[in-house]
């Protein structure tokens, strides 16, 4: 079992950065063991990858609309990941959430991610 919460969520203008960071409680198996992606899910559209990381963080997948502008990185010391958003665009705004895999490899199917946090809000205002 995993439960996740995100944070960092909030209002920014056009060109402006935000930092999420999702902090995940175990059982069972330890964070290191999961790989974690963001998603996001803006008003009346389907929930998108954003960015996933590997078990050990040596892989990282981006969607192509955030490539060069948001970075994802984990410790799994402190059982958390990050996203880092910068040049932060009004088409960025939705509802990002924090997700855990049981899959080892970086993957961007939300039918392999089984552990989902309660979502953020980011709005993005031009």
Do not use: H
Request: hydrophobic share 30%; charged share 15%; aromatic share 12%.
């Amino acid at each position: 079992q995993v439960q996740l919460v995100e944070s960092g969520g909030g209002l920014v203008q056009a060109g402006g950065s935000l930092r999420l960071s999702c902090a995940a409680s175990t059982s069972g198996r330890t964070f290191s063991t999961y790989s974690m992606g963001w998603f996001r899910q803006a008003p009346g559209k389907e929930r998108e990858f954003v960015a996933g990381i590997s078990w050990n963080g040596g892989s990282t997948y981006y969607t192509d609309s955030v490539k060069g502008r948001f970075t994802i990185s984990r410790d799994n010391a402190k059982n958390t990941v990050s996203l880092q958003m910068n040049s932060l665009k009004p088409e960025d705004t939705a509802i990002y959430y924090c997700a855990a895999s049981s899959i080892l490899r970086v993957t961007t199917s939300t039918l392999q991610y089984a552990y989902w946090g309660q979502g953020t809000q980011v709005t993005v205002s031009s």
